[in-house]
């Protein structure tokens, strides 16, 4: 039997706490904003850099050799809340002489909720945070962003397909 693709709406966002080069009063804040509760997740993706490469006598193709990977920046969108964890973890990276990366992931789950696949990425930053747009004509929630530049994403399946 095919199984059906998983639906989009179910997720949760991590970061690992042992990771963190914050102060610890900082770090406890990280763990609690980004064991979920965002709206959207953009930016799961990797590029690879290809060089063209032509060779004398070869006039039907030209060579394309792989060069190195890039990694799209991570873009998490949430309701503003009164934590203030996103706007200090952004400013611990200007602060910092090492910077506040994290390691993280980004959860799939089933409709029944279980974990299905995960993103797993590593040495991320925050390095752009975006407030909410507040217009007083429209009743609309509060939105606050934050991109996450990092070093590496890798896929890990959770579940076999057919499992929940």
Known sequence: MMELPLQSYRF?????????????AQA???TGFMSGAFQEVKGLGVDLE?????EGGVN???????VRHSWTRISLRRGV??????WFWYMAGLTQSLGARRDGAIILL????TPAIAWTFRA???VKWTGPELVATQNAVAVESIEIAHEGLMQVPLTPPGVD
Do not use: I, N
């Not at 290809?50 to 032509?54: C, E, G, I």
């Not at 089933?110 to 909720?113: A, E, M, N, V």
């Open 12 to 24: 949760l966002v991590t970061l690992d706490p042992a990771d963190a080069y914050l102060p610890p």
């Open 28 to 30: 406890v804040l990280l």
């Open 110 to 113: 089933t409709p029944k909720g």
């Open 124 to 126: 991320g930053l925050a």
């Open 50 to 54: 290809l060089m063209a490469h032509p």
């Open 60 to 66: 039907d193709y030209v060579h394309q050799l792989p």
């Open 81 to 86: 809340v009164r934590d203030p964890g996103m």
